[in-house]
């Protein structure tokens, strides 16, 4: 594994840990509180608070802040420009710092460009959350959500392609099978 790498124009503040392989592209400020697993890519623009855990092999593209509250799994794609927050009820005047709270993304979810998520919500496993998009719950696993605000409007295969019908199934595109449960979607044989 290679050390990581940080752009001389990024800043990485001291306490925070950046795993084998991780590169932090121009402009990055991630603060001391901050842990990046291995293989990760911070485009350029992107902010990383105090205690934000973010997992192994995560692309974070340009523009995106992650706040303090947001725990990111492995395999994560975050799109360029898609916003976290962190507080339900911001106002300038008023400190919320006491009332952040948590949004969880699941292990290999993906997040296009320009989507929103409200803080305290958890992205199932291997969701896909459509360009746009505003999440203001939870999120099944596998579950393909689009619009303002978000509804689920179909299911997707950990390959990232869209699944037929109610998801139930053999993939068109990689062969992996899926089954449908009282949650939503669980792939055939996982865990």
């Not at 402009?27 to 855990?53: D, E, Y």
Request: charge should be neutral; glycine fraction near 14%; charged fraction near 20%.
């Amino acid at each position: 594994m290679a050390d990581p790498f940080v752009h001389e124009s990024a800043y990485v503040d001291d306490g925070a840990t950046l795993g084998d392989d991780t590169k932090v592209w121009h402009f990055c400020h991630v603060m001391g509180g901050a842990a990046i697993g291995a293989r990760c890519s911070l485009g350029q623009n992107v902010v990383v608070m105090n205690g934000v855990r973010i997992g192994d092999n995560v692309k974070i593209q340009n523009n995106v802040s992650v706040y303090e509250g947001v725990e990111i799994e492995d395999d994560v794609f975050c799109g360029p420009s898609m916003v976290f927050t962190n507080v339900i009820n911001p106002r300038s005047a008023v400190s919320r710092k006491h009332e952040y709270r948590r949004t969880l993304v699941r292990r290999g979810a993906s997040i296009g460009a320009n989507a929103t998520i409200v803080c305290g919500a958890t992205l199932g496993e291997y969701a896909f959350v459509g360009a746009g998009a505003v999440i203001t719950k939870d999120v099944p696993a596998y579950a393909l959500m689009t619009g303002v605000p978000a509804r689920r409007t179909g299911w997707m295969c950990e390959c990232g392609e869209k699944l037929a019908g109610d998801g139930a199934g053999e993939c068109a595109a990689c062969g992996r099978r899926y089954v449908r449960t009282a949650a939503g979607l669980e792939r055939e044989g996982a865990r």
